[in-house]
């Protein structure tokens, strides 16, 4: 069965410093990465996601991730964050031709001081 | 996109008690699942809810404990039963929108606690 792996539980930063959160996966065969955020008392949102293609996507509100194949990663990256990102984020994978069910990882809460 | 409610968006439970969660989605889907998020955890795939049959489980969830129905392509409940302190977490539905591969769209989760 497939993993995900978070390893940064709680990252804070300052206002406008670069973000860059891990994610690590283990499977042998294609599959599709999701990034996932949850604000304070909201639900969860779609940040961005891969199927194929250019390795690096981009998703909402400047963030970007880039899928390393070789290395089961897709970190997320936002070059300047704001206040407004303090949210918990979820890497999750989707092995391709699955029945749609998500494994999502810990999680990751960022919190960004103003 | 789909639009996903859910009832009750918290309650206070007794233990040994059950709560029913219903999932409303604005369009009709073919996947439908529940999730439960403990205090502090990631999400965890309790089932997948089956359109006109039993619900698929992942390991580890009963069907005695969290019975699932889903009786169209738009309404799917959670029964919690039984319930116990350890059940306190917010339970999520999920669904697959129509027209789109792979994304998955959550509703606003139901948070529970069992006194």
């Known amino acids: 069965a497939q993993s995900v792996s978070q390893h940064n539980h709680h990252v804070i930063l300052s206002e406008a410093a670069s973000l860059e959160l891990g994610c690590n996966y283990s499977?042998?065969?294609?599959?599709?990465l999701f990034w996932y955020v949850q604000y304070p008392g909201q639900h969860l949102q779609l940040l961005l996601k891969?199927?194929?293609?250019?390795?690096l996507v981009k998703g909402i509100k400047g963030f970007e991730a880039e899928f390393i194949k070789s290395k089961f990663s897709f970190n997320l990256r936002k070059p300047s964050v704001q206040w407004s990102d303090t949210a918990e984020y979820f890497c999750?994978?989707?092995?391709?031709?699955?029945?749609?069910?998500?494994?999502f990882g810990s999680g990751t809460q960022l919190t960004v001081l103003p | 996109s789909a639009v996903i409610s859910q009832k009750p968006s918290r309650d206070i439970c007794q233990r040994g008690t059950s709560l029913t969660i219903q999932c409303q989605v604005d369009?009709?889907?073919?996947?439908m699942f529940w999730y439960r998020q403990q205090p502090g955890q990631s999400l965890t795939l309790i089932a997948t809810?089956?359109?006109?049959?039993?619900?698929?489980?992942e390991s580890g969830f009963v069907i005695d404990k969290f019975p699932i129905s889903r009786p169209n392509l738009t309404f799917s409940t959670l029964t919690v039963s039984n319930m116990s302190p350890e059940d306190s977490s917010i339970y999520l539905c999920?669904?697959?929108?129509?027209?789109?591969?792979?994304?998955?769209?959550f509703g606003p989760g139901t948070r529970l606690t069992v006194t």
């Open positions: 809810a089956n359109q006109g049959s039993e619900a698929t489980y």
């Open positions: 891969y199927f194929s293609g250019d390795p």
């Open positions: 499977y042998g065969g294609t599959v599709n």
């Open positions: 999750a994978v989707l092995p391709s031709g699955s029945a749609r069910q998500l494994t």
């Open positions: 999920s669904v697959v929108g129509t027209g789109e591969t792979y994304e998955q769209y």
């Open positions: 369009s009709q889907v073919t996947m």
